[in-house]
């Protein structure tokens, strides 16, 4: 029932985003056809704004969107002419999708390692070395990763190709830019998630029994330091996969972000918010899929 609850709730709240979304847009300085050559005469311009409603008030516009949306239409295009934003989505979706799913593998598969073994040595140099990581990938930014990755690794090196997307070796590096913050992010939860899970009771009363240290950090401590990963990896998700804009645009990959920065520079609104509620969408369902984990991972979760 909560999560039947939660679904009712998520569709008043995609209403809610898309009104500002949309009203913001339309009233910022600028228009879609500002960048093109100029009409030939005030009826072309006039033409053009009534072929896209543009004509009318705001409001009416806006009630013409939802009608459309209704019917899962996000509407044309303005710039990318003779096609429309599903079409849009349905190109450069799949393409951020396998970017942000490899990114979230490479966050996981690096982040998890370095905070259990930073949590399982406190006080060694592995667990220095551990926190430096951390620090260190979540300070730099994705815009800087990823020259530096392209400097050393494809023009140095020459091991990885520089750009566009077509082979696996053309994933490698725009993974790794992305995922890299989220590694750090994911080392620091779980590394204090362990540290925490380690001064329970019950872990406390099965060090006082004799258990090995390592069979109780694995039996028992990740269990519950895995809860604040999992908390955090809904919205990361989400992020990562609507979110890789400016790794996407240093790479040249054709997602989603290429079409979202495009749109904004060119005032697309139906683009912009299409994809301001696509990204609304997935981040309501990561966090409504991470409430259900938590169940799944602890039974003492319950929800009313």
């Not at 896209?52 to 899962?72: C, F, M, N, S, T």
């Not at 994705?142 to 140095?156: R, T």
């Not at 080392?187 to 001064?199: D, K």
């Not at 890789?244 to 683009?271: A, C, H, K, M, W």
Request: glycine share 10%.
């Amino acid at each position: 029932m909560y999560f039947l609850r939660r679904l009712i709730f998520a569709i008043p709240l995609v209403l809610f985003i898309s009104a500002p979304a949309f009203f913001l847009l339309h009233i910022a300085p600028g228009g879609p056809f500002d960048r093109e050559r100029a009409p030939a005469s005030p009826e072309i311009a006039r033409n053009l704004a009534r072929a896209y409603h543009l004509d009318e008030p705001i409001w009416k516009q806006y009630v013409r969107y939802l009608g459309g949306l209704a019917h899962g239409d996000f509407g044309p295009s303005l710039k990318y002419r003779d096609q429309s934003v599903n079409d849009i989505i349905a190109q450069g979706l799949p393409v951020s999708m396998t970017l942000g799913g490899l990114a979230f593998c490479f966050a996981i598969g690096v982040g998890l390692p370095v905070g259990f073994f930073a949590a399982a040595r406190r006080g060694q140099w592995q667990d220095f070395a551990g926190n430096f990581f951390a620090i260190l990938a979540v300070c730099v930014p994705g815009f800087v990763v990823a020259p530096l990755l392209i400097l050393f690794f494809s023009i140095k090196l020459k091991l990885l190709p520089v750009a566009l997307w077509g082979s696996p070796l053309n994933a490698i590096l725009p993974m790794i830019a992305l995922g890299l913050y989220f590694a750090g992010k994911i080392a620091r939860l779980f590394r204090e998630g362990m540290m925490s899970a380690m001064q329970s009771d019950f872990v406390m009363a099965a060090r006082a029994k004799g258990m090995g240290e390592t069979h109780l950090l694995v039996k028992h401590a990740i269990r519950i330091a895995i809860l604040p990963v999992v908390s955090y990896s809904g919205p990361m998700l989400a992020d990562l996969l609507t979110g890789s804009f400016v790794v996407e645009n240093i790479f040249q990959i054709p997602g989603i972000g290429v079409f979202l920065v495009n749109g904004s520079l060119n005032r697309d609104y139906t683009i912009v918010v299409g994809l301001a509620l696509l990204y609304a969408v997935l981040l309501i369902g990561m966090n409504l899929f991470v409430d259900f984990a938590y169940t799944l991972l602890d039974p003492r979760v319950e929800y009313e």
